[in-house]
């Protein structure tokens, strides 16, 4: 793929999650509207203390990598459990917002694809 594409879609990437990594702890874009099922799923997670910090620390973390060009392989492997959760989240909880959750797990898999040498030796 060209590497100018890629760098937009690594880019793009990076910024989504920088941004959303960040609303969760300042809160500046309002929160949507969720099914019953999903806000005590999301409430669920918030009440352990430690979980929305974390996911929220990993997405700051790997979008300033994606950002940045820095461990870009790592940071595709790290963002992996986060996109499945979104995606399975959107699914089952919460359909009308899983075109956010594809966004960001097609841009996954585009990087993915395009550093897929870096990833050899994991299938061997």
């Known amino acids: 793929m060209n590497s100018k594409v890629s760098m937009v879609v690594r880019i793009l990437l990076g910024l989504i999650l920088l941004v959303f990594g960040i609303n969760k702890f300042a809160n500046f874009m309002p929160a949507m509207e969720m099914p019953e099922a999903a806000g005590a ?3 669920a997670m918030m009440a352990t203390g430690f979980l929305i910090p974390l996911i929220a620390v990993v997405e700051i973390v790997v979008g300033a990598m994606l950002l940045l060009n820095k461990w870009v ?3 595709l492997v790290a963002l992996f459990p986060i996109t499945v959760g979104f ?7 919460a359909p009308a917002g899983i075109g956010a959750a594809a966004l960001v797990a097609i841009l996954h898999l585009i990087l993915l694809y395009n550093y897929r040498e870096s990833f050899k030796g994991l299938f061997v």
């Open 41 to 43: 799923f999301f409430g």
């Open 87 to 93: 995606i399975l989240f959107h699914l089952a909880l």
């Open 73 to 75: 392989p790592f940071a």
